[in-house]
């Protein structure tokens, strides 16, 4: 069945340093993947979202690439701030069997340090 | 910016206990999800609903029930309370079941005891 998977359930980095946070996914149905960042203590919201095959989206200076050769779909950012410290979701949107289906991954809690 | 409300903010239930969780939105959307989170299991969807006085299950329904009763209510029912359904509870809306994002409430934490 269709799944997502972001192998780091935690990264802890210093201001300032570059972050990739990893998400793969797997459907056999056209993939359209999103970001959603959760701060503590608030909702979870959408940060980026693309169904396009090789093309960057970016905002708020997080950027992703979707993949289909390699089914990825992994948020970076060039310089982590403080801010920046709270939980990732990807999560994968996908027509499974005649019905829509919103996969979440487990989620990458990303904390900055001083 | 569109919002969804949730209430309470957070609850303490006993077990056996019913608990009723409420989310309210002003987006004029159709759909309505409510999700569970839990440490290292992401957001999994229980029931979730296109339109009023209808529900559908969704990954995990079982030990919840939903109701719709209006376009911007969506309550979750736990009529018998476990140990094991303390998490937090997100509701959140959007257009339409495809591609369009979701709108989150701030969710409620529920600790069953």
């Keep these: 069945g269709d799944s997502v998977t972001q ?3 935690l990264v802890t980095l210093t201001k300032g340093l570059p972050v990739m946070l990893n998400c793969t996914y797997q459907t056999t149905y056209s993939p359209f993947l999103f ?24 905002h708020q200076g997080f950027y992703a690439t979707l993949h289909k050769s390699s089914s990825s779909f992994h948020l970076q950012k060039s310089s982590v701030q403080l801010s920046d ?27 900055v340090m001083p | ?21 409420s989310c309210h939105q002003t987006n004029n ?13 992401g957001l999994r969807l229980i029931h979730y609903s296109y339109v009023a006085d209808s529900t559908e299950k969704g990954d ?8 719709r009763p ?3 209510n969506f309550s979750l029912i736990l009529e018998l309370a476990s140990l094991s359904q303390t998490a ?18 701030h969710g409620t934490k529920l600790s069953v005891l």
């Design chain 1, 35 to 58: 970001w959603y960042v959760q701060h503590l203590n608030e909702a979870p919201k959408l940060l980026l979202k693309s169904s396009t095959d090789n093309k960057r989206t970016e």
């Design chain 2, 70 to 72: 209006s376009q911007e």
């Design chain 2, 1 to 21: 910016e569109a919002a969804v409300t949730q209430s309470p903010r957070s609850k303490v239930a006993v077990t056996g206990g019913k608990v009723t969780l």
């Design chain 2, 60 to 67: 995990i329904p079982d030990g919840y029930k939903a109701s």
């Design chain 2, 29 to 41: 959307h159709d759909y309505m999800y409510w999700y569970r989170q839990d440490t290292g299991h």
């Design chain 1, 85 to 111: 410290s709270a939980l990732y979701f990807c999560a994968l949107s996908a027509a499974s069997s005649g019905s829509w289906q919103l996969i979440f991954g487990s989620g990458t809690q990303l904390t």
């Design chain 1, 7 to 9: 192998t780091e359930g």
């Design chain 2, 88 to 105: 937090v509870y997100f509701c959140a809306s959007n257009r339409a079941i495809s591609n369009e994002r979701l709108f989150f409430g």
